[in-house]
């Protein structure tokens, strides 16, 4: 098969390095690519922000599947943009993307579904947050309701800086929100879930690391480094997490008439009180995938394609290899504030 990679990060160049080594995927594109990536593959100087631009290219190139590494092309549509062409496409459609795109909304279809998470508020103005955080108390959790990057989201227990972030979501655009949460107190783990809007495959647990410095401090970023497996966490914790959260999930949206077809990732935390899920992200981690994927023995371009095309049941087990994976991030100067580019 042929294959198109919509991306330009380190997650996009793993993703085409996993594919590579399926022996039934004979062509591997990225668009728009990076250095690294054309080592590997042919790049196309392609827009991902425009889904108009990305079908265009994927029946230019004839190709059998597109994966979508990125959530904001998931959210601006480039899923519904390729399926209208007639491909095969693995990500979820803009209305399904809104799991990750909004973060109100994706606390209405976990009360929906049941699924256990931290206790919370959608605030529209800073009387609003007030009151959350009085109930919550601290450490204070302040959530940017829309995408960030991995950014939005800050923990404290310096109430003016709380106060100070969600003021900054307000001003981002009107009618913005942001969401009040209780503190999960425990250590965190990153679950993947690869899904055809039915059936779900659990991958590997990994964690990642959200501070921007050393001894877990500074401002989050969207991850500096990750390793799998995690030999400290629960037997049972990818069993769990799939019957008590991913399937419910996927059944909720299939439910609502926005089936989720692509890849479902569960932050969670491991609490005293149990799990519950931090956030859900509509598609692969970075850099939690770059070690996922070193680790995964399964050809990747056939389970992709079994979920894009609702054959997900059909497939036999993953296979795994036993050895560990550890991913650094190098950042650009100022990151996550103000990263030097260029």
């Given amino acids: ?10 997650r996009e160049h793993a993703l085409v390095n996993a594919l590579l080594s399926d022996d039934e995927v004979e062509h591997v594109s990225c668009a728009p690519g990076n250095s690294g990536i054309a080592v590997v593959a042919q790049i196309h100087p392609v827009d991902p922000l425009d889904p108009v631009a990305i079908g265009d290219l994927a029946v230019a190139l004839a190709v059998d599947l597109v994966v979508i590494g990125p959530e904001v092309p998931l959210v601006a549509g480039a899923a519904d943009a390729v399926r209208s062409r007639g491909i095969a496409c693995f990500g979820p459609s803009a209305a399904a993307a809104q799991l990750e795109g909004s973060k109100a909304f994706a606390k209405q279809v976990m009360a929906e579904a049941d699924v256990p998470t931290a206790l919370a508020r959608v605030c529209s103005n ?25 950014k939005g989201v800050v923990v404290t227990s310096d109430r003016d800086h709380a106060l100070t972030h969600a003021l900054s979501c307000f001003s981002r655009e009107i009618g913005a929100q942001v969401v009040i949460e209780e503190f999960l107190d425990g250590p965190e783990v990153s ?33 500096m480094g990750a390793y799998s497996p995690l030999p400290w966490a629960p ?3 990818v069993a769990e997490v799939t019957k008590r959260v991913l399937q419910p999930m996927v059944d909720a949206m299939r439910n609502r008439g926005t089936p989720f077809v692509g890849l479902l990732y569960a932050g969670l935390a ?46 036999p087990p993953l296979a795994w290899r036993p050895q560990a994976a550890v991913t650094v991030v190098i950042a650009a100067q100022n990151y996550p504030e103000n990263p030097r580019t260029g």
């Fill in 1 to 10: 098969m042929k294959v198109l990679v919509i991306g330009a990060g380190a």
């Fill in 191 to 223: 679950l993947f879930g690869i899904t055809d809007g039915t059936t779900i495959v659990p991958l590997q647990p990994a964690q990642d690391f959200k501070r921007v410095r050393d001894g877990d401090e500074g401002p989050n970023t969207g991850g």
């Fill in 126 to 150: 800073i009387d609003e947050v007030t009151a959350a955080m009085d109930q919550f108390g601290a450490p204070y959790v302040v959530k940017d309701d829309g995408l960030a990057a991995g």
């Fill in 270 to 315: 491991l609490t005293a009180r149990g799990t519950r899920v931090i956030e859900f992200n509509a598609r692969f981690g970075d850099p939690e995938t770059q070690v996922v994927l070193a680790r995964l023995a399964s050809p990747l371009g056939r389970v992709l394609m079994a979920a894009s095309t609702g054959r997900l049941a059909d497939l």
């Fill in 235 to 237: 037997e049972n914790l």
